[in-house]
């Protein structure tokens, strides 16, 4: 059905394309819990396979999609499959044709089903093709009420399975921790990501990454933990001293290790190959985290013996109930407290203190039936003062355990603080109606820190400060919404920050039940005008570097509640992350779709260059883009860049914000470029290499275009243009030639070709209703034909395609070429674009037995293989003869004029065109652009680094004084 060298070329894209992600960790942290970085790093190797652009579940199956014209390969099955590599699983694709695994149907005439690879019989509803493992929805949410929260300790006694050293793993490990740090972990699994948070002792630096293992000691999934010191940088973690991130697309296999306890995680200290300290700990299910509200990490007290407390420490998962009879309840998980001959029923003591007063709380003993080296869980519950669960949510409490029998000498302490997990609370603020005449709005994000205090941010858009505005926080679950804080004070025209010291129960329960809202009311008539309530969101990600964007209306006429927020960030391995939630949009503008717009100079009339990020539905969106080019990552720094919210359907602008100046790490800017021959490796032929490059849109017919995006052209009719390298090429559409009688060719009104159509089918096709086949974007009337365009190279005019006037099937068969008469090794074609080989026309002489060439003046030979034995040189391209010179054609790059081959004496060599020290010092003189505006080939090859051809002459130097 398609020509077959185009398809395996094409597939052979896909294999370049479909590489398992690697990514170089760069960093190193200096002072405790602030993020710097000194550029020392190991790789990571997420489990999850990039294929073409887009990213893809250990263990998941698809069929191969090769783009337009073709589509996708329904007999081409791909996987992403693990692969052991020393001690780490990394992932990679691996695609095969399963034409051949297809049973031989038992009907006489079978067919193909759309979406299938293999025929069946008609009416047979069984079909053998393999179905992709795909899960069902129920499923999923069925796994997601099983697996929500977890939590780990990590101390030297939890971390046994670090100890498994073999000489042959390429990392070290290393648990020497005279220190005695102890770090505590929550986790929770939401929608197949699972977010991670964590407490360290305060005396230890910032763990530099993170691992998941399973219970054999195999590296799952690892992470950089380190922030470059030159940002982006992570307000909330360096104000609440935790270390957030997220596991995303975590893998079915591996959430049934989580779900089954078999899942450990590690905090590393240190270099590329060996670990500082590395602390591991299980990961396990809490029933009590469902209702954690705060928490505690233990270590050592002072004047404990430190031999006997070696690797010893616990965290607490501590929970309140208020009202008539307040309560609290721990769930402790502690180790390292008791004495080497204590095997059976030891009592423990459990107190929770005032930190200033020292005024006892509860004081319990609880026994330990049989104790264990690493985890140990105690629950106590008890009631307590309201005064006194005031105390505990202002962090004035501790929590000590310590052996009953030896208690100066083993015991373990730390205070009540925050819980574990990275969160803020989120909100927009709006009109409760769309017919609301209220044209305010805004947003508003708070979160807890360390200590407790509530730290808040509002952003508000057209609040009139004439209405004197009440800015309050009010408890939105109950029915008169009694107001709990006024903020008022801190509204500063448009904004309001600050924090709240004294929290009780009143205001953090409905906090964390998330019922608690923002209200902006006037101060005469007490009339809410805009308000939200806060929603928790956890911390990773797009909402860690950041802070959000209140995303506007476009048109006036849009309802007045409609409103939204974004938040951007760029990460560590130069991935975009985005999240947007929206309100008050109506049903009728969707789908929707996220656009990044970037004005290199913002007046009427400049040009837009506009990137589709993603298509969505509803009111939430959470992503990214692993493919956005380093050129345009840059311009989030220095240029003006908005983000749009289009409805795909109407294609009408909703939202827009100018995005703020986003951060990104130095090593996603463009780096500079020398002239100098890219190497191919050693298995590779040049034909088969994919030149690195530089994305870069094309500037056509006043709009902006993707690399690789076709299109017809607004300006010359039958026209098709692509996107290539930033440049557009344009050519006319090239009309196949037409097999039929004379009477039987029709050109219909707006086409570009004729096509072949008998009488009787021209009436049926030449109505209103347009008949054809869709090919990619492209729609192809019944009975057109035509030459498939596949950019760079233009038109293959060696195949046809045809939209069948009445299966409306396409078929791209490739030219049949004639037999050839002649040796093989004597056929050659006669031009680069011919679609078949000729043999030379020869005749025979009988004095030397050999071919000639008829048209040859001097009588020689000019086959490949006198040519070769002439001093001729062999290409991708063919032969060349002695002396020749030419720019290479590289496959699916097109010609490349920047570089020159030679042949001479059989020995072929290629050079990137160099420029003369002039046309440097010229371009200098003419600033950045004077290569854009030159039509000669020298000058647009010409690459002037003065920096890099600085540092090259002075390494070059010093190279030369350390030999002399």
Partial sequence: MYPQNIIMLLISTIFVLAT?????????????????????????????????????????????????????????????????????IVARVQCKNIKNECPKPSCDEPVLLPGKCCKTCPGDTTSPDMALDVPQQSAIEEEERNMKHFAALLTGRTSQILKKDDPKFDFKYSTNNPQNIVA?????????????????????????????????????????????????????????????????????????????????????????????????????????????????????????????MSGAGGTAIVSTSSGATSSIHLTLVVNGIFNPDEILDVPLRVLVEATEKGQTIIEEIVRVKKPLHDINVIEVSSPVSTYDLRMLMRGKLTITVESKKNPQALRIQGPVVTRVTCELFQTLLAPNKAESTTKSNGLAWLYLNKEGSLIYNIATHNLNMNDNPVLTIIDDSAKRKPELED???????????????RLGPRVLEPLYNNDLAINIATQKEQVSLIRGRLIS?????????????????????????????????????????????????????????????EIPIEAPGAPVSRRLLEEFSGNYLEGFNATLPYVELAKLETSVVYIEIRSKDRNEPLFKATLKPTKVPSKCLPGQTINEIPRFPDDMEPSDNNLPTIEAKCYHSQRFYDEGEQWNSALEQCTVCSCTHGNAKCEPIKCPPLKCRKEDIRQRQGDCCPVCMPTKHYHETNTSVSRGCKLGDQFH??????????????????????????????????????????PEKLAYRPDKKACCKVCPQVKHNSSTDEYKDQGSKTGTISSPEYLMKTGGCKSPMGVHKNGDEWHPIIATFGE???????????????????????????????????NHHTNKIDDECCQCNRQRRHHQNHKRRNQQQQKS
């Fill in 896 to 930: 490349q004029k920047c570089v020159k081959c030679s042949c001479k004496d059989g020995h072929m060599t290629c050079n990137r065109l160099k420029c003369s020290r002039q046309a440097c010092r010229a371009a200098r003189k003419q600033g950045p652009l004077a």
């Fill in 487 to 501: 903020l008022t004070p801190s509204l500063v025209k448009d904004n309001a920050m600050g924090h709240l010291d």
């Fill in 781 to 822: 009337a019944a009975g057109s034909s035509w030459h498939p365009y596949l950019p760079p190279n233009g038109y293959d005019t060696c195949t046809v395609c045809t939209c069948d006037i009445l299966t409306l099937e396409i078929r791209c068969p490739r030219t049949q070429c004639p037999p050839l008469n002649c």
């Fill in 184 to 308: 505590t972990g929550r986790f929770t699994f939401h929608k197949k990501n699972l977010y991670y948070s964590f407490y360290i002792s305060e005396k230890a630096t910032r763990p530099k990454s993170i691992q998941f293992m399973d219970h054999m000691g195999t590296v799952l999934e690892e992470h950089n933990l380190e922030i470059p010191s030159n940002g982006p940088f992570s307000i909330y973690q360096n104000t609440t001293s935790k270390v957030c991130g997220v596991w995303r697309r975590v893998p079915r296999d591996y959430r049934r290790i989580l779900r089954d306890d078999q899942m450990s995680v590690v905090l590393l200290w240190g270099g590329k190959y060996q670990a500082e300290l590395a602390l591991a700990g299980q990961i396990g299910k809490y029933t009590a985290l469902g209702t954690e509200l705060f928490s505690s990490l233990m270590e050592p007290a002072q004047g404990t013996n430190p031999e006997q």
């Fill in 20 to 88: 398992f992600t690697t990514t170089v960790i760069e960093a190193r942290r200096g002072s405790p819990l602030l993020v710097e970085d000194d550029g020392s790093g190991r790789r990571n190797r997420p489990a999850e396979c990039q294929f073409g652009k887009t990213f893809k579940e250990l263990g998941s199956q698809w069929f191969a999609d090769l783009g337009p014209p073709f589509g996708v390969m329904y007999c081409i099955r791909c996987e992403c499959v693990p692969v052991q590599k020393k001690r780490r």
């Fill in 537 to 597: 969101r956890f911390v990773a990600d797009a909402r860690d570097f950041s802070t959000p964007i209140l995303l506007k209306r476009v048109n006036p006429a849009l309802p007045n509640n409609m409103v939204g927020m974004a938040w951007i960030s760029v990460d560590n391995i130069c991935h975009l992350h985005y999240e947007i939630t929206l309100t008050g949009t109506p049903a009728h503008y969707q789908p929707l779709q996220l656009f990044l717009e």
